[in-house]
Structures are given as C-alpha cells and as structure tokens.
Nanobody, 126 residues
Framework: QVQLVESGGGLAQAGGSLRLSCAQS????????MGWFRQAPGKGREFVAGISRTGSFTDYSDAVKGRFTISGDNARNTVSLQMNSLKPEDTAVYYC???????????????????WGQGTQVTVSS
C-alpha cells in the first residue's frame, strides 16, 4: 500500500513563497506518476501540477504556470511543489497524489489518480 504524506503548508503573504513536499513510501518511487491537486472551500478538487515517472514530463494548470514548479527526488522518494508569487486565490488544501497508470502523460482528472495524501493547508493573505 502506497502512503503519501505532505508537509510544508502554512501561511504566506501575497507575493511570497512556500514549498510543499510529499514523502512516498510503500513501493518503488518511480513506479508512479506524481501530482498535486488543491481544493478550496466549496469547490471541487483542482489539478495543479504533475510529473512523469522519470521527471521528463511536467504539466501545470494555467492558474499556476510560471509560478509553481514540481520536481521529484528519486533518492529521497519525495516530490515537491515550489510555489512562488503566491496569490490569495491559491488558498486551499493541497493534496499529493500518485498514479500507477501507464504512459508518460499525467492526467488532470482527479478520479484517475490512485493514491492520495491527507492534505496540507496553504493560506495566502492579501
């Protein structure tokens, strides 16, 4: 059973930065595509960023492209999300996810992903 544990959330001011990390255990790290989703109060779970097994392919939502960077560290079995130029609308619970599906592309559909972390709160004040 794959376990995902997020860390690094918290409070930031608009224009500031935060770095989220997700530690994966239970199986070989590069067996999975990894991703980040977020969910704001009263809204559905939204794709933020994803990375292929080898790290050769990444995808970002239009809302975060150019501000957020996803990266993987196979040696530490972690995936990180560097968030810069934060905006109040980035406020949400952020979830780490793993997808054992085939292919290099990552899906933006939350129902496709197989494993989820418990989430970490990110709050951006204006």
């Amino acid at each position: 059973q794959v376990q995902l544990v997020e860390s690094g959330g918290g409070l930031a001011q608009a224009g500031g930065s935060l770095r989220l990390s997700c530690a994966q255990s239970g199986h070989t790290f590069n067996k999975y595509k990894m991703g980040w989703f977020r969910q704001a109060p009263g809204k559905g779970r939204e794709f933020v960023a994803g990375i292929s097994r080898t790290g050769s392919f990444t995808d970002y939502s239009d809302a975060v492209k150019g501000r957020f960077t996803i990266s993987g560290d196979n040696a530490r079995n972690t995936v990180s999300l560097q968030m810069n130029s934060l905006k109040p609308e980035d406020t949400a619970v952020y979830y780490c996810a793993a997808d054992e599906g085939r292919g290099i592309m990552v899906s933006r559909d939350a129902t496709v992903w197989d494993y989820w972390g418990q989430g970490t709160q990110v709050t951006v004040s204006s």
